[in-house]
């Protein structure tokens, strides 16, 4: 029997109208169901009973709609449904499944119809026909309804997104610059414990290629990090502009990290100290930043991780690297003088200054044989052209600038000193 003649269409009409005044009833099973089957859709307590009214306006539609045979061209998702679907979006739950709770409760519709005809006929015939018009009038109206959803859904993530993304870093603004802030919302806003160990870090591409996902490799790279360090749940991660970005490590109760290498040549990294709570969220992060400025002075030859810990005196006396620069070349002297030669003295006389003047431990670091390191550490005197025991923090310190910015701070091969003739050998 085809299921568009009268008497199918009247049949199923029937079975609406007698079905129509128990929509209540038909609603609430199909939401104790669909309740029941997607736990994600049960999370949020204060959203279920949109949920509710939702599965409540597509009952009644539907049952409209095959009673009085509406055309489906003038039938829009009910209000409640794209509220629903709104809501979900801003809940970060993904489309489908709403989509899997759209089948789900036209198959218990279909069930309560289909009870319905069998207790009103059987002739095999009409149950079949009618059910059939039941079956594809309820697609088509899920069918419709759907798109409807997934375009409100899709639009709404997007808005939903970049308002957060404003909003959240509104809130890091204000809590960088120690505005006074509720800390309970601030967490909701961020996504992010605040009451926790932080371990701020600034990720940045210096020639990011032009539309390229940098922002993509950035936020990957800092997840990595987070893993590989074994963090307590997600970073959080900010971006400043489309080739650089803040972030947060979240720490939990830790207030040290074994940080991982770089992942690539490509990204660099500057790192601050671990810090608790809203205080040390803001000190690392500053840190984090003082240790990039280190980083963006030492240049290409920089250090692909800069640690606020490894260059804290720089960071603090880094305002103006031409300052800097005459600074550490009128201490060093002729050691100063960017060259394979000097450049083995300096790390040489470095590691011989961090190992408190042991000739035996500095060789064993170094690899090298204890009467090369005396020969090293006294052709590097011979180019201060004094003792390391004189000045010895002012070269400690030189020696360290030297070290993280390289070229930046270090006299060109081939340029004379101020006043210094340059030692032999």
Known sequence: ????????????????????????????????????????????????????ASVGENVATILHVIQHGIDLDKVHAPAAAEEYARRLAQRGVPIA??????????ARFQDWCLQELGRRTDNAAIISAAGMRIAGVTASYIDKVSEELVTAHE????????????????????????????????????????????????????????????????????????????????????????????????LGGRSDIALPGASGEEIRFA?????????????THQQALSAQAVALAAGPSGQLVTTFGEVAPLALMSGSIELL??????????????DEHNARLRDTLRV?????????????????HKNTVQYRVRKAEESLRRPISQD????????????????AVLRPAGEPGPGLPRPEG
């Open 1 to 52: 029997m085809d299921p568009s003649r009268p008497s199918a269409v009247e049949s199923a009409s029937d079975v609406s109208a007698a079905l129509a005044p128990r929509t209540a009833e038909i609603s609430a099973d199909v939401y104790r169901l669909i309740v029941r089957d997607i736990p994600q859709l049960r999370d949020d307590k204060r959203v279920l009973t949109l949920l509710e």
């Open 97 to 106: 499944a709403l989509l899997r709770a759209y089948r789900i409760g036209s």
């Open 155 to 250: 639009l709404e993530r997007e808005n939903w997104l970049r308002n957060l993304s404003v909003a959240r870093a509104a809130r890091v603004r204000a809590l960088i610059r120690d505005e006074q802030v509720d800390v309970a919302s601030s967490e909701a806003v961020l996504g992010y414990r605040l009451r926790q160990h932080h371990l701020g870090v600034v990720a940045w591409v210096t020639d990011a290629p032009a539309g390229g996902d940098v922002l993509g490799r950035l936020e990957r790279a800092i997840a990595e990090m987070a893993a590989e360090a074994h963090c307590d749940g997600r970073p959080m991660f900010v971006p400043q502009d489309e080739s650089s970005a803040w972030a947060w490590l979240p």
């Open 271 to 283: 790192v601050g100290e671990p810090a608790p709570g809203v205080p040390g969220f803001r000190r």
């Open 325 to 338: 620069r005459i600074w550490v070349t009128e201490t060093l002297g002729a050691l100063a003088d960017d």
């Open 352 to 368: 011989f200054l961090e190992e408190n003047g042991s000739y035996k431990t500095t060789a064993e670091r170094l690899t090298l």
């Open 392 to 407: 010895r923090l002012h070269i400690e310190l030189a020696l360290l600038a030297s070290q993280w910015l390289g070229h």
